[in-house]
T-cell receptor, first 115, second 112 residues
Framework: AQSVTQLGSHVSVSEGALVLLRCNYSSSVPPYLFWYVQYPNQGLQLLLKYTTGATLVKGINGFEAEFKKSETSFHLTKPSAHMSDAAEYFCAVSDYTGANSKLTFGKGITLSVRP | DAGITQSPRHKVTETGTPVTLRCHQTENHRYMYWYRQDPGHGLRLIHYSYGVKDTDKGEVSDGYSVSRSKTEDFLLTLESATSSQTSVYFC???????????FGQGTRLTVV
């Protein structure tokens, strides 16, 4: 079984500060990992994904995440927060791409950005 | 939004009534999913489909049924709505070649 842990439900940063959102996963096979963002009253939008290869993946809006197998982590970072980054962020894991593959999500983290 | 339309977008219904939510896609993707989103729980899978008439249960399937008679449509039915089914429901689609899923805008369902 696969699972995702996102510790804490809310992170607040100042505009221009580093954003760090933590994600740890559990999977019995090499995982596929994702970060999704949800703006108010909208659906989920894919920020970035890790499949294989380079462990540092870059996504949209200046976000990046690093896959660390030894730590079973996939933390999301952005060097400088912008007001428009305020949203809810979900980490997700999938085990493969076959018919029964499905995404398992963490509980989400709400990011607030202070002026 | 990857050609996904959910309808209705908002619905208020009474306890005990049947409700059907529709997900329509124009991408011809094979796999379709229904999730519910609740505060403190993230998104949880209700049912999914890997082809026309091929469906299976997710982790929170009790009280829900689905049908997929055409590639483009995936229906979620609450046979007898309960207050615990008040939630935001999201449909997602995926191709066999991709690992990521794309999400619709969601349906906010309130059961009173």
């Amino acid at each position: 079984a696969q699972s995702v842990t996102q510790l804490g439900s809310h992170v607040s940063v100042s505009e221009g500060a580093l954003v760090l959102l933590r994600c740890n996963y559990s999977s019995s096979v090499p995982p596929y990992l994702f970060w999704y963002v949800q703006y108010p009253n909208q659906g989920l939008q894919l920020l970035l994904k890790y499949t294989t290869g380079a462990t540092l993946v870059k996504g949209i809006n200046g976000f990046e995440a690093e896959f660390k197998k030894s730590e079973t982590s996939f933390h999301l970072t952005k060097p400088s927060a912008h007001m428009s980054d305020a949203a809810e962020y979900f980490c997700a894991v999938s085990d493969y791409t076959g018919a029964n593959s499905k995404l398992t999500f963490g509980k989400g983290i709400t990011l607030s950005v202070r002026p | 939004d990857a050609g996904i339309t959910q309808s209705p977008r908002h619905k208020v219904t009474e306890t005990g009534t049947p409700v059907t939510l529709r997900c329509h896609q124009t991408e011809n993707h094979r796999y379709m999913y229904w999730y519910r989103q609740d505060p403190g729980h993230g998104l949880r899978l209700i049912h999914y489909s890997y082809g026309v008439k091929d469906t299976d249960k997710g982790e929170v399937s009790d009280g829900y049924s689905v049908s997929r008679s055409k590639t483009e449509d995936f229906l979620l039915t609450l046979e007898s709505a309960t207050s615990s089914q008040t939630s935001v429901y999201f449909c997602a689609i995926r191709t066999p070649q991709a690992v990521e899923a794309f999400f619709g805008q969601g349906t906010r369902l309130t059961v009173v």
